[in-house]
């Protein structure tokens, strides 16, 4: 009888056999529902076979093959596999961190059925009389109508109140609804906004002419018109009837970025792939993908395992972002697992970044990659801003602000024009200190600090979560003159607010985004003029444009550039570039201050000069001198457990089983790892490294079995292949 070989979500790295009846066909990629133990449970089809290397009689058989939904593609399949070999993480657990939930469910998968709506005989026959112009929104679906149905998100494309007004017209009895899936209108629509620039026509004649796989780094400077290169070139294999897959870090830059490409390409059917999805919306937009209705798929790294049968181009825009990294289960870099797929897939991938990683930049190089430079600002009036370090290492500081920074400010205020106060520490200070015996406020479950947030008064945890009411006297020796040390955001908006009490002053960050909606509401306050300063961390430096901005100052960035994370002061240039690029989008021009007790730092002499090239060569050069990526190529092994013995033991015993290899990689020691308990486990870490992905990889292979056999029954260990935190 016919086998089938199926992937199972169990940390195994095997496949299991199981039998399948005549009368149940399967295919490759297909669901299907299986015993596993005294459980049920779905997995995916990987292989069919004529026989088990098992007893017939210990093969279960296949309890139901779903064909619910078309089986998934074998070139996903391949992608899957490629990453579990090369993750070193098992291929079922890979399958299935990859599908949608549904998929993973056994109950059936049911798909809202997407409506088309067109002119009824009456809607056609309407006149102007009837529907006046100025109805706009209405006139608008009505010429739209009159080329053919269009789907619900075709609609949406129109204008955020088409949907309302179509409604209307349907009351009206000019429009209906039916199931009769709307034909996607060839050749597709595009809406020209910019004419290329020189240097944006270069960069993309150069992807045009790719033939097969090539890998470009797209290096433009902040606001040189990265977007408008990937808007033309997914133009081209739109008109080709390809598909383009466009990842992005963040969720929340994800509504703005959608809503610009339906109105760049309105009939287009885009599929947006975020974390804000609920399971249907995604194994919806997944399945419009996978049938190749959905031409556009935009989404953040997950969506890099969307099953795409037209695939023409990939882009991955700000390809720096650790958000690309998953830093659990799969620990995956979606960058590079798009690289491989687009060689798999012998289609061109752009990187795009105004600061690219180090490991890309080299590559590009090298010689690897093909560099596209963008060197200017796309819009003839937009000037780099100036920037200028303010010094404190001889200056007072009042909460953390210099005298130069509330001057630069309050001529802003007086000019109408908004400025922003970036500052990477969410919270009111970082940590709470008794004057009298230096008790200092620590998680009782963490080696780090509790912040303090004065707006609830609690101490909290960023790392565990942990809170408590902040107390009113020292724990330690009651002492009841308790003093924040240090500055977060609450704290710099409190003092912004008691310094000018009349501006507008208005607080981004983690906690103050935790609604849904909020980001998109502050936004909308930001880019209306309603506000005067923006006080925010990291969630302020992405990609937006705010046209009326005009001074960004930058407080305490020094901590990054002395930190043990070798990579801490390559994502601090990327942060202040990006920060930086914010200020004077339009006409007016920018200014950029930054505090700092070192400004004559290389890290801020590159940035004064706008030249990430110079910088990235000190760190290029820093880097091979020391011995770390991309000159040579890392896995991390990590344990935590709530015994500390039995941590070091295992990677003790890891770290004897490595050497014992005696393999071309480089082994270091056991180290704790730099958050060294959290959550009350103790946690630690073995890094190898080696000069070839080839070396390590085999390393791996001989390794990674040997550490399954070690015991480790209290403990939980993972490898983390080019892992980014340490
Ligand atoms: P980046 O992503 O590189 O930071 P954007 O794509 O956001 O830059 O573009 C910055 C600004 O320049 C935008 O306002 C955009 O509309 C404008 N722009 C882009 N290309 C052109 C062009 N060819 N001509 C005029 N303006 C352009
Ligand atoms: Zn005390
Ligand atoms: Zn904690």
Wanted: proline letters at 6%; glycine letters at 6%.
């Amino acid at each position: 009888m016919p086998v089938v070989r199926v992937a199972l979500d169990v940390p195994l790295s095997t496949l299991f056999d199981y039998l399948l009846s005549v009368d149940l066909p399967a295919e490759i990629g297909q669901r299907v529902l299986v015993p596993f133990g005294r459980k049920h449970v779905v997995g995916i089809v990987i292989e069919l076979a004529e026989s088990s290397e098992l007893a017939v009689e210990r093969i279960k058989p296949v309890e139901q093959v779903l064909d619910d939904v078309p089986p998934l593609p074998a070139e996903l399949l391949t992608l899957l596999r490629f990453c579990s070999d090369y993750y070193h993480h098992p291929l079922g657990m890979t399958v299935m961190a990859a599908l949608p939930a549904r998929l993973r469910a056994q109950e059936p998968v049911t798909i809202k059925q997407e409506l088309s709506y067109a002119l009824t005989d009456a809607g056609r026959a309407l006149d102007l009389v009837q529907l006046p112009k100025r109805r706009v929104i209405q006139h608008r679906i009505w010429q739209a109508l009159q080329n053919g149905a269009m789907s619900g998100s075709q609609i949406r494309a129109l204008s955020a109140s088409a949907p309302a007004n179509l409604k209307l017209m349907m009351e009206q009895g000019w429009a209906e609804s039916s199931t009769i899936p709307a034909a996607p209108s060839a050749p597709h629509t595009f809406n020209e906004v910019h004419t290329p620039t020189a240097a944006q026509q270069q960069a993309i004649d150069a992807v045009a002419q790719a033939q097969g796989y090539r890998c470009f780094l797209l290096h433009g400077i902040t606001g040189s018109g990265k977007t408008e290169v990937y808007v033309q070139l997914m133009h081209q294999v739109l008109q080709r009837g390809e598909q383009v897959l466009l990842l992005v870090p963040e969720i929340n830059l994800t509504p703005q970025l959608e809503n610009y490409f339906r109105n760049r390409f309105p009939d287009a059917e885009l599929a947006s792939l975020h974390s804000g999805l609920s399971d249907g919306e995604r194994v919806t937009k997944w399945l419009r993908a996978q049938s190749d209705q959905a031409r556009i798929v935009l989404g953040t790294r997950l969506a890099v395992f969307t099953p795409l049968p037209k695939l023409g181009l990939i882009l991955v825009d700000e390809e720096h972002d650790s958000s690309f990294k998953q830093q659990d289960g799969l620990r995956y870099s979606a960058r590079d697992v798009a690289i491989f797929r687009a060689n798999q897939r012998g289609v061109p991938i752009v990187l795009g970044s105004a600061t690219p990683s180090l490991e890309s930049y080299y590559n590009a190089r090298s010689g690897r990659y093909q560099l596209l430079k963008l060197e200017q600002r796309a819009s003839a009036q937009a000037q780099l801003p100036q920037v200028r370090c303010l010094n404190t290492s001889n200056i007072p500081l009042q909460e953390g602000i210099s005298p130069a920074m509330l001057t630069a400010l309050g001529e802003r205020l007086l000019r109408k024009e908004q400025s922003l106060i970036f500052i990477n520490r969410r919270g009111y200070a970082p940590v709470l200190m008794c004057t009298a015996c230096g008790w200092l406020s620590n998680c009782s479950n963490c080696a780090g600090k509790l912040v303090l947030h004065l707006k609830d008064r609690r101490l909290r945890c960023h790392h565990c979560g942990h809170q408590e009411r902040v107390p009113h006297a020292c724990p330690g020796c009651g002492n009841t003159d308790l003093q924040p040390v240090g500055i977060g955001t609450q704290r710099v908006e409190e003092a912004l607010q008691a310094h000018f009490p009349e501006a507008r002053i208005l607080r981004v960050d983690r906690d103050s985004t935790r609604n849904k909606g909020s980001w998109l509401a502050m936004r909308k306050q930001i880019q209306d003029d309603d506000v005067d300063i923006l006080v925010g961390t990291q969630i302020l430096a992405k990609g937006h444009d705010f046209p009326n901005l005009t001074l960004v100052g930058v407080l305490n960035p020094d901590g990054a550039l002395y930190s043990a994370d070798f990579r801490a002061s390559e994502k601090l240039f990327a942060q202040l570039a990006q920060v930086a690029g914010r200020a004077g989008r339009a006409d007016k021009p920018g200014e950029v201050l930054v505090q700092t007790a070192f400004p004559d730092h290389p890290l801020f002499r590159a940035l004064r000069a706008h030249d990430y090239d110079a910088w990235a060569q000190i760190l290029l050069t820093e880097r091979e001198q020391a011995g770390f990526p991309p000159f040579v190529f890392q896995v991390l092994l990590r344990a935590e457990g709530k015994q500390e013995g039995e941590v070091y033991a295992f990677l003790k015993r890891a770290r004897e089983a490595a050497m014992a290899l005696s393999m071309p990689v480089e082994i270091y020691g056991v180290v704790a790892a730099t958050m060294a308990k959290r959550a009350n486990h103790i946690r630690a870490q073995l890094l190898v490294q080696s000069d070839t992905r080839k070396a390590l990889q085999q390393f791996l292979r001989a390794w990674h079995p040997l550490l399954d056999e070690l015991p480790s029954q209290k403990l939980r260990w993972s490898l983390d292949i080019d892992p980014l935190e340490f």
